[in-house]
T-cell receptor, first 115, second 114 residues
């Protein structure tokens, strides 16, 4: 049973455009939602994260939008650049558990930014 | 990206072999994780260690055996694997003590089981 559903599987965006990746979760106990970026041959690296007490978080060109009632969250990349070409993973965890919690990941989105 | 290192980077083994994957973190963290990354599938959490104690085993087959001798080192011992176990195995670490801690990933070990 996949607890975090991510779409689209792949995405091609022109340079300067907006890239949008969507995720939906099922487990209402999740309360921490990070996005990871992975380049070929590298491990995933944290890009940006949000807690459900806010509906939006912005860091530079990257924004997370969060809809708690719909159990959905999305990543927006503004002014997309060729260097943003990578695989993006949404994830979720029960962050307030107090211990070390593993992340539940989506399947990933392969993003290509065309020059 | 030298915070979390993994060796070897590539491993080819037969189904009857025994091998081990090694992970070392230089970040002073207290929690370490093993994930499996297969094509077309989400990263799958395998094991979690917090302060050297295993706190989660995500229904992983017994042919995978983790070991955490101290908070800086994590091993994954492999024996009698199956071809479907071929994947990228990722190690991660976090400060520990909270699920909102950022997890820092190593580059992974690409495992091929023949």
């Amino acid at each position: 049973q996949q607890q975090v559903k991510q779409s689209p599987q792949s995405l091609i965006v022109q340079k300067g455009g907006i890239s949008i990746i969507n995720c939906a979760y099922e487990n209402t106990a999740f309360d921490y939602f990070p996005w990871y970026q992975q380049f070929p041959g590298k491990g995933p690296a944290l890009l940006i994260a949000i807690r459900p007490d806010v509906s939006e978080k912005k860091e530079g060109r990257f924004t997370i939008s969060f809809n708690k009632s719909a159990k959905q969250f999305s990543l927006h990349i503004m002014d997309s650049q060729p260097g943003d070409s990578a695989t993006y993973f949404c994830a979720a965890s029960m962050g307030s558990g107090g211990g070390a919690d593993g992340l539940t990941f989506g399947k990933g989105t392969h993003l290509i930014i065309q020059p | 990206e030298t915070g979390v290192t993994q060796t070897p980077r590539h491993l080819v083994m037969g189904m009857t072999n025994k091998k081990s994957l090694k992970c070392e973190q230089h970040l002073g963290h207290n929690a370490m994780y093993w994930y499996k990354q297969s094509a077309k599938k989400p990263l799958e959490l395998m094991f979690v260690y917090n302060f050297k104690e295993q706190t989660e085993n995500n229904s992983v087959p017994s042919r995978f055996s983790p070991e955490c001798p101290n908070s800086s080192h994590l091993f994954l011992h492999l024996h009698t694997l199956q071809p479907e176990d071929s994947a990228l195995y990722l190690c991660a670490s976090s400060p520990g003590g909270g699920g909102t801690d950022t997890q820092y990933f190593g580059p992974g070990t690409r495992l091929t089981v023949l």
